[in-house]
């Protein structure tokens, strides 16, 4: 009897995890919103990427800007994970 619980609870971990069932509810969302500077002047027209960095998998580019005239960004994004999202921002100027 406790065998076959635990050949269905590994089933079940297993399909879970494979097959992405339940999935909706990992949801998770981030962002990043500032002003660029160098030495107090503006950075304008850089360009900002904001990823989720996976340790196992492939990296999902969440949201890209690019800096108004005044240095001005705002990237936001949100994607589908069971751990928590590897945020990353990069500012390439």
Request: hydrophobic share 40%; aromatic share 16%.
């Amino acid at each position: 009897m406790i065998l076959n619980f635990i050949i269905f609870f590994v089933t079940t971990l297993l399909s879970t995890t494979i097959f992405g069932i339940g999935m909706e509810n990992y949801q998770q969302s981030t962002g990043a919103k500032g002003t660029l500077q160098c030495y107090g002047e503006p950075i304008k027209n850089a360009r900002i990427k904001l990823y989720d960095a996976d340790t196992f998998g492939f990296d999902y580019t969440m949201d890209e800007a690019i800096s108004d005239w005044n240095g001005n960004f705002q990237v936001e994004g949100s994607h589908v994970e069971y751990t928590t999202l590897g945020n990353v921002l990069i500012i390439i100027y």
